[in-house]
């Protein structure tokens, strides 16, 4: 599918479609929904045609669908018919992970609430925002009537390049694993469907519809699989969205070691699988591998689960049974997620976005991270005369991240963008959030004269900002879904921008707006560098408050940032030749190259780091990075002390966490435990962590017990977790590599199933 075709159908579905059809579906009777989940989707798998199972397991992409006859569908990411007289409702697929998404505005004047990017959660530590921040976006989709939100984005960030790693919780997988659980639980709580995605090692986006992505399958479990198995066992997402990606030489929508053997075997997850859009290549080998439902059919380059699959069920290529198990895995997600017996109404609901504005401002206050404060630059007095504002567009909003989380936030966006270039060119602008930095440190420094000088030409920024009591620069750099950048230093010539501020006054912040780690070439030249993400629909008022240290910073890394990408395990992007080339053959006017793929061929990517992902891999490397994972300032202190192990069969520790600065704020004391791979590399592997606040001087005990898996080896021969007996060393720090308090703890041998 020609991607600029999207585009025009996309504008064409949003005038052809008004509000959602009547959403037709009884309520359960009070009786059936005392029956297990399970039974009931049985019951009704029982009671279902031929045709009406048929109908579930493919969704149409509606800017594209041209269904026979027409059907009322909202312009979004999916609609699949439902069964009426079996009360199982239509479902209406919207994305997903950072609010209701609503990409080149499909749906005119569509506004919705857009949380921080997701990696600016992680960076809170903070679980109960995560949950939070899924229980705002779900109750604004049901409002708007969709009962699938798309989300639970979860890819480790083994690539600090990586597009969409703004999209993901960071790179390890007991953070990301706790904070996509939580996430997706508060979806959910709003009785709708959330996935969790993209299952698996979907870990860069140059290729993604085609790479193999090839790594050890024991450190695949020690590493991005235990994210996913630790984000389902919490959060128990009704849906798995597999990847476009190959892994280990099979699609992974047609993977049967990752679909049946690890998903529905050894973890009993009784959800379906859903593939990406676009990431279907066969119809018996995807069925018969674990694949449940083609998502967006019109972006495969077949309908392969329509007529083709009716054919195959016909001709006995496909059992019947295995039908059934499909359809009763999606009626079964439908029921224990209470959207069954819960339906969305039939038309869209009011929506409190002050409320909701507010938890996308807590996320982004919590998830902004210090990584500077010399002198104590910061918290800035409200008393200061003059501050000046420098680039980033930070008179009007706050930069986003591309793709199809894109949420266009309440209050628009002042600045959007489009890319002439580039996967992503068809569904991606650079947009800009409603929310000034500028008006909102003004607000809180009435008496201030706070200025804005757009960064375009350094010497200018350079005058303006001599004499300020603060010039304050607003580094940008964007991140988009299908496209990762060519590098990973700040674009515009913002490197000497940002050392001509410097040069011109030595009371210079720059706050960073990336989707991850970027290039710092003047960080020894900046005193105070605070890293702000995308903050989302209130990210101008949660950098005042942290500014005037309103709000405490309390951010910790959850992604390491490598001093250069010679650091990192890959410093580019694989395939990016293979890339080049395809889209040279297009513009020369191959008309081969067309499709999700781009005209290119499968490449492999390796993954040699295995397990050994992040802060391991600088660890093994002896690298010292800029800054690493956990790392973050805050404008008071902390100190740890009183360390007690209990170990034996399951290991625990406690610990005395104080206040011993001047100011209350908030601290995550982190847990790590030395312990040897399945590849038989040893690394400090985060085994717990807390956030606490805490008044000047006041101490808190923290305790931490720790899951096996966390710190076990995969044994891939007996298929199971081995926690070996032995001596484990472990540290109590502030970040990776920190050893404020040492420890160490005897374990017995556990053997843990899958
Ligand atoms: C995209 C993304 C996926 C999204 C889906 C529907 O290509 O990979 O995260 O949910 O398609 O838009």
């Known amino acids: ?30 009786a059936a929904t005392a029956q297990s989940a399970q039974a009931r989707a049985d019951a009704l798998v029982k009671q279902m045609t031929l045709d009406e199972k048929l109908q579930l397991i493919h969704g149409y992409f509606p800017p594209l669908a041209k269904p026979v006859p027409p059907i009322a569908m909202i312009p979004s990411a ?7 007289r079996l009360g199982i409702p239509t479902l209406r697929e919207s994305d997903a992970s950072l609010g209701v998404a609503n990409q080149v505005e499909q749906r005119k004047g569509d506004v919705a609430t857009a949380l921080p990017a997701s990696i600016a959660t992680a960076a809170t530590f903070n679980p109960k925002l995560a949950y939070e921040g899924g229980a705002m976006i779900g109750a604004e989709a049901r409002a708007k009537t969709f009962n699938i939100l798309l989300a639970g984005g979860v890819n480790l960030t083994r690539d600090p390049w990586n597009g969409r790693n703004f999209e993901y919780l960071g790179e390890d997988p007991l953070l990301a694993g706790t904070m996509v659980g939580e996430h997706i639980k508060g979806v959910q709580s709003n009785h709708i469907v959330s996935t969790i995605k993209h299952f698996a090692l979907n870990s ?139 339906a969305v109404p039939d038309s869209a609901q009011p929506i409190d976005y002050a409320a909701h504005a507010l938890v996308a401002q807590k996320a982004a206050e919590e998830g902004i991270v210090l990584l500077k404060n010399d002198g104590n630059l910061l918290p800035l ?89 603060m010039a304050i620069v607003f580094a940008w750099a964007w991140r988009t879904e299908a496209q990762d950048p060519e590098s990973m230093a700040l674009p515009d010539n913002q490197d000497a921008l940002i050392d001509a501020v410097a040069g011109a006054n030595r009371k210079t912040l720059v706050v960073v707006e990336a989707g991850g780690p970027v290039l710092m070439p003047w960080v020894s030249r900046v005193p105070a560098i605070l890293q702000a993400w995308y903050p989302g629909q209130r990210g101008g008022e949660a950098i005042a408050n942290i500014l005037f240290g309103d709000v405490d910073p309390s951010g910790r890394l959850p992604i390491t940032f490598p ?73 008071t202190s902390f100190h740890y002390a009183n360390l007690k192990v209990a170990d034996g069969t399951k ?50 005990q923290v305790s931490l017990t720790v899951d096996p898996r966390v710190i076990a080896r995969f044994d891939e021969a007996k298929s199971g977790w081995a926690l070996d007996a032995g001596n484990y060393k472990l540290r109590i720090g502030h970040f990776a590599g920190d050893a404020a308090l040492t420890g160490s703890a005897r374990l017995d041998a556990v053997a843990l199933k899958p």
Not at 78 to 84: C, K, Q, T
Not at 672 to 696: D, H, I, M, N, Q
Request: glycine residues 10%; contains cysteine.
């Open 563 to 635: 001093v250069g990408v010679d650091q990192a395990p890959r410093p580019e992007p694989m395939g990016l030749a293979e890339l080049h080339a395809a889209e040279a053959r297009r513009d020369a006017g191959d008309k081969t190259v067309y499709g999700m793929s781009g005209g290119v061929a499968s490449f492999p990517v390796d993954y040699p780091e295995g397990a050994d992902v992040g802060y391991r891999w600088y660890a093994a490397k002896n690298a010292k990075p800029l800054f690493p994972f956990g790392y973050g300032l805050t404008y």
């Open 204 to 342: 860069q986006e140059t290729g993604r519809n085609v790479l193999d992505a090839r790594i050890d399958k024991a450190a695949l479990r020690e590493s991005d699989l235990l994210a996913f198995q630790l984000g389902i066992e919490i959060g128990q997402p009704a849906s798995v969205m597999c990847a476009y990606n190959k892994v280990n030489g099979d699609y992974a929508c047609e993977n049967d070691w990752l679909l049946n053997t690890v998903l529905k075997q050894d973890w009993a997850y009784k959800g379906w699988v859903m593939s990406d859009w676009g990431a279907v290549h066969s119809t018996e080998k995807a069925a018969i591998k674990g694949l449940d439902q083609d998502s967006g059919q019109e972006l495969d380059d077949q309908m392969f689960f329509d007529t083709k699959f009716a054919d195959a069920v016909k001709a006995g290529r496909i059992p019947m049974s295995r039908l059934d198990d499909m359809v009763r895995r999606i009626v079964f997600g439908v029921i224990d997620s209470g959207l069954m017996d819960q």
């Open 381 to 469: 007095a409200k008393t200061a005369k003059t501050i000046v504002l420098i680039g980033a567009h930070a008179d009007v909003g706050v930069l986003s991240g591309g793709g199809s989380s894109q949420v266009r936030s309440v209050g628009g966006a002042p600045v959007e963008i489009p890319l002439t270039k580039g996967a992503a060119a068809s569904f991606a602008r650079i947009t800009w959030h409603a929310s000034s930095p500028l008006k909102a440190i003004q607000a809180l420094a009435p008496n201030a004269k706070v200025t804005y000088i757009d960064g375009s030409d350094p010497k200018a920024a350079a005058a303006a900002a001599q004499g300020a009591d």
């Open 651 to 700: 290991l625990s520790v406690s610990f005395d966490v104080t206040n011993s600065g001047q100011r209350a704020g908030a601290d995550v004391p982190q847990l790590y435990v030395e312990a040897k791979s399945a590849a038989g590399t040893k690394a400090y592997r985060l085994a717990g962590f807390e956030k606490v606040w805490l008044k000047p001087g006041e101490t808190r």
């Open 78 to 84: 999916g609609h699949i018919p439902g069964i009426p």
């Open 1 to 30: 599918m020609k991607k600029t075709a999207l585009i025009a159908a996309l504008m064409i579905a949003s005038s052809l479609t008004g509000v959602a059809a009547a959403q037709t579906a009884a309520s359960a009777p009070a």
